[in-house]
């Protein structure tokens, strides 16, 4: 009965939410929203360090005590004053690529989220699938059980086939029994990064495999441009030699003066403090340039890789798939035949019905590599699956 079971979950999924809707949630989901959170706030760091430290107000306070005797009294004063920049478009760049590395990073993060439930989703599918199919072939199983069970109650068999045909269904229903354990694990990881309604609708639209391989769809690339060029920035703000000019204007009033005084500062950046402050931004720098490099030939490197893999998957095991998928099944009928009318054995019919358990594994392990293949690039690379699908 158990076979029954599994063919009907496997059914009502039908009416469930589509991936489409899914990827739609990501924007909205707590773990997008802290992920970006995190580089909303490294980014506000940066800027905080970049910008020069806003108006202080400060005041003195004194008592002259005169050695003549007179006006002996309070004096007090009161300054205010700030740092302003000297080389305002060079911090007006800086703050700007820091902005625009922020946003490249969130959208990053986006499409590695999506390319996550992408994944989890097709992967969940293929189980679905293997699961209906083990179900099918549970029909078989229990078929040949209940019809060596009326055998043995007239003579025909004896006993040990009924626990061989028994243990054989158990065995099938154990095999489902893990899948469907797999399937829970899957909604679970779904669920960590968008809410849904505990089930898939597993209407899978072929993707446009070559929109993966669209450098536009990768937001990797111009997240490493942002960065090298927010690190020229830096590099650029690390070389000034005089970056800030300090104005401050007191007012004192003393014994027998009120003094108004305007001061004019200019910090030099110059030791060994400042030196090692455009040493490492220069190196920051030219990290992110070598990086970038490297992304391009990796990029092209890998992409080709995974092109001829997949046509070779296409070429070669989808048009497989359909005629070992039918042989197998043509196999089991006529075994499944021969067997009821007693012209085949009880081992020859298992053979069979194994034969078929099989290729589904072999089906299912074949396609979750392939999967795979292709979400490790997603990953790599931050691709937006969205767009490519049709």
């Known amino acids: 009965m158990r076979i029954w079971i599994y063919l009907l979950v496997a059914v009502s999924v039908v009416q469930a939410e589509p991936l489409a809707m899914l990827l739609k949630k990501i924007p909205k989901s707590p773990l997008y929203l802290s992920?970006?959170?995190?580089?909303?706030?490294?980014?506000?760091?940066?800027?905080?360090?970049?910008?020069?430290?806003?108006?202080?107000?400060?005041?003195?306070?004194?008592?002259?005590?005169?050695?003549?005797?007179?006006?002996?009294?309070?004096?007090?004063?009161?300054?205010?004053?700030?740092?302003?920049?000297?080389?305002?478009?060079?911090?007006?760049?800086?703050?700007?690529?820091?902005?625009?590395?922020?946003?490249?990073?969130?959208?990053?993060?986006?499409?590695?989220?999506?390319?996550?439930?992408?994944?989890?989703?097709?992967?969940?599918?293929?189980?679905?699938?293997?699961?209906q199919a083990k179900g099918e072939l549970g029909v078989v199983y229990d078929e040949m059980a209940r019809h060596i069970d009326k055998g043995v109650r007239f003579g025909e068999f004896d006993a040990s086939?009924?626990?061989?045909?028994?243990?054989?269904?158990?065995?099938?229903?154990?095999?489902?029994?893990?899948?469907?354990?797999?399937?829970?694990?899957?909604?679970?990881?779904?669920?960590?990064?968008?809410?849904?309604?505990?089930?898939?609708?597993?209407?899978?639209?072929?993707?446009?495999?070559?929109?993966?391989?669209?450098?536009?769809?990768?937001?990797?690339?111009?997240?490493?441009?942002?960065?090298?060029?927010?690190?020229?920035?830096?590099?650029?703000?690390?070389?000034?030699?005089?970056?800030?000019?300090?104005?401050?204007?007191?007012?004192?009033?003393?014994?027998?003066?009120?003094?108004?005084?305007?001061?004019?500062?200019?910090?030099?950046?110059?030791?060994?403090?400042?030196?090692?402050?455009?040493?490492?931004?220069?190196?920051?720098?030219?990290?992110?340039?070598?990086?970038?490099?490297?992304?391009k030939n990796r990029y092209a490197q890998q992409t080709r890789a995974l092109k001829q893999r997949l046509e070779i998957y296409l070429r070669h095991v989808k048009a497989g798939e359909k005629s070992i998928a039918l042989s197998s099944d043509t196999l089991i009928e006529q075994s499944r035949m021969r067997f009821k009318a007693g012209e085949e054995s009880l081992i020859g019919m298992l053979k069979a019905a194994e034969t078929k358990l099989q290729m589904i594994e072999t089906i299912l392990n074949l396609k979750q590599s392939r999967l795979e293949a292709v979400y490790r690039y997603l990953d790599e690379y931050a691709v937006d699956p969205e767009g490519a699908m049709q």
């Open 161 to 295: 086939k009924s626990i061989m045909a028994h243990l054989a269904l158990e065995n099938l229903n154990l095999q489902i029994a893990e899948l469907d354990s797999r399937l829970k694990e899957y909604e679970a990881r779904i669920e960590a990064i968008v809410p849904f309604d505990g089930q898939f609708a597993c209407r899978l639209r072929q993707p446009d495999i070559d929109a993966f391989f669209n450098p536009e769809r990768s937001a990797l690339w111009p997240m490493l441009r942002a960065r090298t060029q927010n690190a020229k920035a830096r590099m650029k703000k690390a070389a000034e030699r005089v970056p800030l000019l300090g104005v401050e204007g007191a007012y004192t009033d003393e014994l027998d003066t009120r003094r108004y005084t305007l001061s004019l500062t200019l910090p030099l950046a110059f030791g060994a403090k400042n030196e090692a402050e455009r040493a490492a931004a220069m190196q920051r720098y030219e990290a992110a340039r070598r990086e970038l490099e490297a992304f």
């Open 35 to 131: 992920q970006t959170a995190a580089i909303e706030a490294d980014a506000a760091q940066e800027r905080a360090e970049a910008l020069p430290d806003g108006w202080q107000i400060g005041t003195d306070l004194a008592y002259a005590d005169v050695k003549d005797g007179s006006d002996n009294g309070a004096e007090y004063g009161v300054r205010l004053g700030r740092d302003f920049s000297l080389h305002y478009p060079t911090l007006h760049e800086l703050l700007r690529q820091s902005r625009h590395y922020a946003r490249m990073r969130k959208t990053a993060v986006k499409n590695r989220l999506k390319a996550k439930v992408w994944y989890l989703y097709h992967d969940y599918c293929l189980t679905m699938r293997a699961i």
